[in-house]
């Protein structure tokens, strides 16, 4: 069975600093891997995603995020942090042959002036 | 906006009632997902359908339902209501099959219905 877990459900970071939400997963077979934001009032958008391939993956709004499998995490980053990033990150996972998404708890993203 | 609409945005009712949330996936997209938010939960995978027929069954509850329509719409049925069905509920939708390589898999979101239960 697969699993997600976000380390820090909130987070906090002064504008123009480096934003880091860490995800690790738990999966038995290769994974495919999402970035989710959640602005207030919102549904979900995706940010980026793993695949296949290039394990360093460019998002919208300047995100990346790095596959890491001898560490088996997915870690959020972005160098400078706007205060439009204030939001909510999910990761989540899911794999072939299986037809959901498994969501982490979420991060809270706070971006203090 | 996603393209995938939600109907109502809010739905207040009372504990044993019966409620019907209504989604229109994004045109061309043949699978439909539900999920469920709720602040002591999270993000719960509730059940899936691709064009009309479930395929994935998550947390959902026997007092819940859904269905796909041949138009491709879906509704989420909720019924003996209780207070800890308060929540958000979350439809998204995508091409294919979740999962796969392609960017068909990828599960755009609606706004969500938020749901409370007095």
Known sequence: AQSVTQLGSHVSVSEGALVLLRCN???????YLFWYVQYPNQGLQLLLKYTTGATLVKGINGFEAEFKKSETSFHLTKPSAHMSDAAEYFCAVGTSGTYKYIFGT???????? | DSGVTQTPKHLITATGQRVTLRCSPRSGDLSVYWYQQS???GLQFLIQYYN????????????FSAQQFPDLHSELNL????LGDSALYFCASSKGLAGGLSSYNEQFFGPGTRLTVL
């Open chain 2, 79 to 82: 019924s003996s209501l209780e």
């Open chain 2, 39 to 41: 602040l002591d939960q």
């Open chain 1, 106 to 113: 979420g991060t809270r993203l706070k971006v203090l002036a």
């Open chain 2, 52 to 63: 009309g027929e479930e395929r994935a069954k998550g947390n959902i509850l026997e007092r």
């Open chain 1, 25 to 31: 997963y738990s999966s038995s077979v290769p994974p």
